[in-house]
DNA sequence: ATGCTCAGAACCGTATACGGTTTTTGCGGG
DNA sequence: CCCGCAAAAACCGTATACGGTTCTGAGCAT
């Protein structure tokens, strides 16, 4: 039962990042350590830590009944893609020169994967094809700050994602600037994958923000003055 | 004795936050949990996560006896002078741009402060208005987000920054590119503060790399097959 | 029926305890 | 004097326990 090489606080955090990831926990949704530790038949020690890490990590908020994803306010959404901006450019542009054959053919297979779930229409398949189109190329960012970096932004949008494919019009822009961004590694251009890649992330800066704009005014018609007690903060 | 309203554990992680930033935790020193709970009477969870925490974001690197503050590689230093270039340039034109009088004020105290040190020979000092000098133009950028990631990425260099400024030509050329970039930033001129920053940074990258380069030379000849077992990673 | 109060539950933060593993250290032999 | 070996200490990871705070919900009053 005690595997002391690894423990089991990594095991816990890797398993919710990969949830968050996906977009399986819901911003509704509390995420309380008994429950977790319970249903690992582990201890609330080991629980409370991975969550108290993705608090610190800004995924997760504490509120006094238990952790919930935090929401992004449109302030959020708006700084974080600063500096997405200023990041994965550079960093697509870096991967693109340094690309492998093996890494090309993970990308070619994540995009193929993507266009499948769009045309199905599923979006859980959307999102992790999304996620392996990501991980796909940061594996040819050398540069292991960079890749860690970008990852940790890019993870803070799980909450708003969902809703950005609702709409079919956004989603095939998305898939679109995404299929020129696979286009221009396979081609080997650095440059244009830079410029696609800039393109790309003003575009889905403008989709979050609208999906957000709509969330808030959706959960401010429902109930107009809930208050949400927030201790802990992003540090 | 007890105060439910703030944690220790915050306490214990600001207070050790702060210890880095001052280069007051050498690398050879190690870190207990044990020692952490008794210097302040309190037990070892919170000193523990405090810990744990400082490893995960990527300050401390645990190992079978204690912690440690982490050792920068090469390959590591032209990584994070790579993020740091996309970032900080940008920030402090930003930063220029929608400076106040009173961040204004501070930043020139900080500067006096910094050149007083220098006369003064006084390394600690030096340090203090660095860190002080640092934060006085980040308060004026007004995205959270990216300050907040600029100050992670300048935190990780506690454990060379003492070296830099052993070289007297060193340090003179660190302090004279500041105070150009503290004229910038008066003049009220977001794009030569963005020129003069990204100098800046070559230089320090340089600065770093020479620094640590020696400090593993030295390591090398003083112990010459000696093995650190690190057994949590930086995930 | 609606608002208020108080008891109970839920959950967090901290303390203490225990087992396992790695490092150190002290001792005896080469 | 140096090297191996075994006992002991140090420290980490996990488990369990307890007190305090906040939310909830039922009962009572209006």
Redesign the interface.
Known sequence: MKKPTDNL??AV?TELRMKLQRSEISPSGRLVDTEIAASHGISRMPAR?AL??LV??GYLVGTTRGFAVRELSLE?I???F??RR??EP?AAACAARDMTPEIEAELTSAMAGIEQALDANNISALLAANVDFRNAWLKAV?????AA?ISR?IDYFQSVRLGTFANAATAEQYIDGLSRIHAAFLAHDPLIVQDRMMLFMFAAEEAYLSVRRRQLEEAETLRPARKRTTRRGT?
């Not at 050398?142 to 960079?146: C, D, I, L």
Request: aromatic share 8%; no cysteine.
């Open positions: 606080v990594d955090y830590e108290l890490r610190a990590e959020d708006s700084g974080l600063e500096v200023q990041l550079r050398n540069n292991a700050h960079m970096t932004f540090a």
